[in-house]
């Protein structure tokens, strides 16, 4: 009885008075609407959720999220937002009234939100008169999406972990395989710019493990405005779709939004596609670099890259995922001007440079490292060769030693090891690890290490410590290479994400694999990082 009474009470209050305008003028959000609809073009794959801002300054970055997913048609769209003022009598608020918008009035699934009202922790509400997080949202829902009907939801944000457990239980129901699910969520607040970047930067790094444990040790409101809207939003993408993670289009603060730089209170913006398919890189806004592992093109390669066949699978896997951005991988070996010698031993890796400059120009390769055991195989002069020919050719070698600039941030490489004259280890110092602090405001620091244990994918006990040296030193994404096959998961640290090894990239070896580190970089000095897996490219056929 009770479920008829609320379906027919929704029905009514479908019919009843929209909510009333809350702009009266839409001329911010369709400017910001063409904006984006210059600069981007709607993704072919589904996209299953969003996460927007609902400050009006963040106009564009809402747009261009929705522009994104407007390929597709959705048969109702779920927007939850933190309940800012408290005026909810239950964890999750709702209402069946549709929403008046200058551009024209947005439909509200009535027959959702009966199914809603049933979960007892679930209660109509008035608060939709001025809730900002919904009705920010709205006019541009309006434009991207004019026919699909809206289920508006507010939820506690003074809730606990539990209480979002039973938030995300009470909205399921209405989550289908046609649902689009918009977040509406605002990040760092009340902050210095300098400091709200720090902390979205450690925003960045929790997203980018897609771990809901980390996600609720985030501080509210320095991190974000409502860690149970994250935690509800994830929790359903994973249940529902199997999505583990977001994908992080764009970060910015109000600041870079018309706002004084000098403002001593500042809000930031992270805005998240959530996809069970693959994006590619070139698609997405932002600048990305992307980090391989070893790469070996002397022995039996040498003999499969006469193909040309074999070229470009190899060049078209690697720009599957790339889609042509700069990728930094780590030379194994040295280079020489024609074949390397025939009786040099096995494990002395050197390459002909006919064969290895025309690969790395094909995957667009700017710069190599050398900071590796096999760099000094066939001696100083051969090592000295290999540097210059690099160079002649426009590919910048990287060694150990200071970090150098690359674009939107610097980068440090050292070796735990070395081949040559004699094999020896554990040739990696603190103090040199630390001599690479720079100023807070300096561009981010990439640490990478040739370290850890040949075909384990677990990080050593030495591995963790030189890491441990370089977050001291500022680093705050450690990566590197050596054992040949990929880590498996993140490692989040207070202060740096860590992907020990990428595996190898292109190797002679079996039973190996391989990981694309992906870093995009935003105008503010913020970055986000995710992982595709490439597995073994020298079983390509």
């Not at 009470?9 to 210059?38: N, Q, T, V």
């Not at 008035?126 to 991207?144: D, M, N």
């Not at 640490?447 to 075909?455: P, V």
């Not at 994918?457 to 290479?481: F, H, N, P, T």
């Amino acid at each position: 009885m009770r479920v008829l009474s609320l379906f027919f009470c929704c029905a009514l209050w479908a019919r009843a008075a929209p909510w009333p305008i809350y702009f009266e003028s839409d001329r911010l959000f369709r400017e910001a609407a063409e904006k984006a609809d210059r600069a981007h073009a709607p993704l072919p794959q589904r996209i299953t959720g969003l996460t927007v801002p609902h400050h009006a300054p963040a106009a564009e970055m809402i747009a261009t999220a929705f522009r994104l997913a407007a390929a597709h048609e959705y048969t109702r769209i779920v927007l939850i937002s933190p309940d800012h003022h408290s005026r909810g009598t239950t964890l999750c608020s709702t209402t069946a009234r549709p929403f008046l918008t200058a551009s024209g009035e947005v439909a509200t699934d009535a027959t959702a939100v009966a199914r809603l009202l049933i979960h007892p922790d679930v209660s109509d509400s008035a608060l939709f008169s001025k809730e900002h997080g919904i009705l920010t949202v709205l006019p541009l829902v309006k434009r991207y999406f004019p026919q699909t009907p809206i289920v508006a939801i507010a939820l506690n944000a003074r809730s606990d972990r539990a209480e979002w457990q039973r938030m995300a239980e009470a909205i399921e129901p209405i989550i289908d395989e046609k649902t689009l699910l918009i977040q509406s969520t605002d990040f760092s607040h009340y902050l210095t710019w300098q400091e709200a970047k720090r902390h979205d930067q450690q925003t960045l790094h929790v997203l980018a493990t897609g771990d809901k444990d980390l996600m609720a040790t985030l501080k509210q409101p320095a991190h974000l405005d409502s860690k149970c809207c994250q935690w509800v939003q994830a929790h359903l993408q994973q249940k529902r779709f199997g999505v583990t993670s977001p994908v992080v289009i764009d970060n910015r603060n109000v600041c870079e939004c018309g706002a004084s730089p000098r403002e001593p209170r500042t809000t930031s913006y992270i805005t998240q596609l959530w996809c069970a398919e693959p994006l590619s890189s070139a698609t997405l806004p932002g600048e990305a670099w992307f980090f391989g592992g070893d790469v070996f093109f002397g022995r039996s390669i040498a003999a499969k890259m006469k193909s040309k066949e074999f070229r470009e699978k190899i060049a078209a896997k690697i720009q599957q995922t790339t889609a042509g951005r700069p990728l930094i991988v780590n030379l194994e070996g040295v280079l020489f001007s024609g074949h390397p010698p025939a009786h040099a031993h096995p494990l002395m890796l050197g390459m002909d440079a006919r064969i290895v400059i025309p690969a790395l120009k094909s995957w667009n390769v700017p710069a190599v490292i050398l900071a590796n055991n096999h760099s000094a195989d066939f001696g100083e002069k051969q090592k000295q060769f290999t540097i210059a020919h690099l160079r002649a050719h426009g590919i910048i070698p990287l060694d150990a030693g200071p970090p150098q600039e690359l674009g939107p941030f610097r980068f440090a490489c050292a070796t735990d090891l070395s081949n040559q004259p004699l094999h020896s280890v554990r040739l990696i110092q603190e103090k040199h690890i630390l001599d690479w602090r720079s100023p807070a405001s300096a561009p981010p620091l990439l640490a990478w290490f040739h370290a850890g244990t040949e075909g384990s994918s677990k990080a050593d006990a030495r591995s963790i410590q030189v890491a441990d040296w370089a977050e001291q030193a500022g680093a705050s994404l450690i990566s590197g290479c050596h054992p040949h096959v990929s880590s498996q998961k993140w490692e989040h640290k207070p202060n740096s994400l860590r992907w020990y090894s990428t595996g190898n990239l292109l190797f002679d070896q079996s039973n190996t694999d391989g990981t694309l580190l992906e870093l995009r970089f935003f105008p503010q000095g913020t970055y986000s990082a995710r992982i595709h897996r490439i597995g073994n490219l020298f079983h390509t056929r």
